[in-house]
């Protein structure tokens, strides 16, 4: 039996009589990437919002390693080790790169976040941050000012912090949108790198992205799931065709739909 590390059981969101997530079952195995992809108002962010409760959920449930986290607090469910990073960069501008890291890597101080410690009292974790600098190839922009590094590179400082928090579930939402073609190259192996031992579950409109990396994907649809299976699969099922394009498949062969 595969080893499920993130399932829900008919997870549920209605705003006001809108059905926003709908019954969605969906199983993450432990090791995969695995994409979560639909047209635009399909309900993949407010998904995300339920796994990582921001949202809670209007009924089903989500289960971690077997355990049921439906109700617990946002803080708790990263503490156990689902880290999300957002559709826009979320990182501290006029902080350097390496004072970003920096913050990522406080959790496993196992105290409260140290925003105005002194440089000496956090020096500590300047290796391991320095490491997973390297790890996102920014080892040589540390000492540079956030606010000056390029769009993709942010996104990739942004990954080397959710990796100091040492998850054992990512969830990237749509990692590489607004990217030109260079930086989605640079990002998408990125990703292919970081996932190696660890299980990432993304939100993502590129369907090169989705079909280059991503071991299963789940296509969702007004809210609920339509497909699920490899690329090749979902790409070939008509339903999704038609989801997409009408009865055309011109999205899946790599447009952003």
């Known amino acids: 039996m595969a080893d499920v590390i993130l399932e829900t059981r008919k ?3 209605e705003f006001k009589g809108f059905i926003a997530v709908d019954r969605v079952d969906l199983q993450v195995q432990r090791g995969h990437i695995h994409a979560l992809i639909g047209p635009n108002g399909a309900g993949k962010t407010t998904c995300f919002n339920l796994l990582t409760r921001f949202l809670a959920p209007s009924s089903g449930q989500i289960l971690f390693k077997g355990a049921d986290i439906s109700r617990i ?3 708790r469910v990263a503490r156990l080790g689902i880290i999300r990073s957002f559709q826009i960069s979320a ?3 006029h902080l350097t790169v390496l004072q970003n890291v920096r913050i990522g890597l406080q959790r496993s101080l196992g105290t409260s976040y140290h925003f105005w410690r002194s ?3 956090l020096s500590r974790l300047d290796e ?4 997973l600098l390297d790890e996102v190839d920014l080892g040589a922009f540390a000492d540079t000012v956030t606010a000056d590094l390029p769009y993709g590179r942010k996104r990739a400082l942004e990954i080397a912090t959710t990796l100091g928090m040492d998850p054992e579930l990512m969830l990237l939402d749509e990692p590489t949108q607004g990217m030109g073609h260079e930086d989605v190259h640079r990002v998408t192996a990125l990703i292919k790198k970081v996932a190696q031992g660890r299980t990432v579950l993304m939100v993502e409109h590129n369907m ?6 991503c071991d299963r994907i789940s296509v969702l649809q007004r809210g609920a799931i339509l497909a699920e299976g490899s690329y090749a699969e979902v790409a070939a099922n008509p339903l999704v065709m038609e989801a997409y394009m009408g009865s055309s498949n011109e999205a899946l062969e790599g447009s952003h739909p």
Do not use: C, T
Not at 128 to 131: G, I, L
Not at 208 to 213: L, R
């Open 11 to 13: 997870l549920s969101r």
């Open 73 to 75: 607090r946002p803080a």
């Open 91 to 93: 990182v501290f501008p």
């Open 119 to 121: 440089e000496r009292s």
């Open 128 to 131: 391991r941050a320095r490491q």
């Open 208 to 213: 090169n992205v989705v079909a280059g990396i």
